[in-house]
């Protein structure tokens, strides 16, 4: 089902003073975020992470979400992995995965893609979850066949940080985005990112014109950007001869 709410945004504008953007409306799927969750685990399971060294260098892995809950991931690696001490040091990794990746037959490659990408503070747990997770992962059993092996494993949980879902087979693109236990910010308060259209607007139509997804509400001045189908691209704002599109 499909809902649809206004939102009021508080951006800082290039004078540095703060303008309240009302009227950017966000339509929304109504999906928790247990549900993203799952889609990470059952349709994509495995994500790219993103970990930074004790240089603040970054390194990408293929890690495969093990476990998923109400609103935590989990995963596993090993102690003795550089990953484990990035983890342990940093304490925030960054996830992105897809389903439907095509680069073997690039020729024939489709959008019909989902993608999610989350961030977020994780936490050694030890243990306790190991044996649900080889239970829940019967393929884990080839790579660590018993217990003596599974010695040097360890789960970590993802349970605050926020992440976007994204569509690309929907036209125009849906994207949208979730907060996993208290954010990032602790405070359950989702950091909402994207171009938003101020009172600056005349009404001029440019922004309208080269907008890849036409999703640009022109029904009232100011123009009102439809969050959810928005792709990020700029075009609106570098086109506005009148200023009147921030980026937040
Ligand atoms: S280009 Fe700028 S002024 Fe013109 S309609 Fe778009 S936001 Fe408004
Ligand atoms: S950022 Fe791109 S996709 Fe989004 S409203 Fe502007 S022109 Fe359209």
Partial sequence: MWYIM??????T???GSIENITGAVWEVLNMDTK???QILRNEIHSTVFATLDEKGRPHTRVIDIMLVDDDSLYFITAKGKAFYDEL???KFAAISGMTGGEG???????????AISVRGYVKDIGPEKLDEVFEKNPYMAEIYPDENSRTALTVFRMSDGEGEFFDLSTKPITRESFILGNGLDGKKNLQEHGYFITDKCRGCRMCYSKCPQKCIDMSSIPFVIKQENCLHCGNCMSVCPFGAVEKG
Avoid at 104 to 114: L, M
Wanted: aromatic share 4%; net charge neutral.
């Fill in 104 to 114: 073997s037959d690039i020729a024939h490659a489709s959008i019909e893609k989902k």
């Fill in 35 to 37: 549900e993203y969750l």
């Fill in 13 to 15: 504008t290039a004078t």
């Fill in 88 to 90: 342990t040091g940093q």
């Fill in 6 to 11: 206004v939102v009021t945004k508080m951006i």
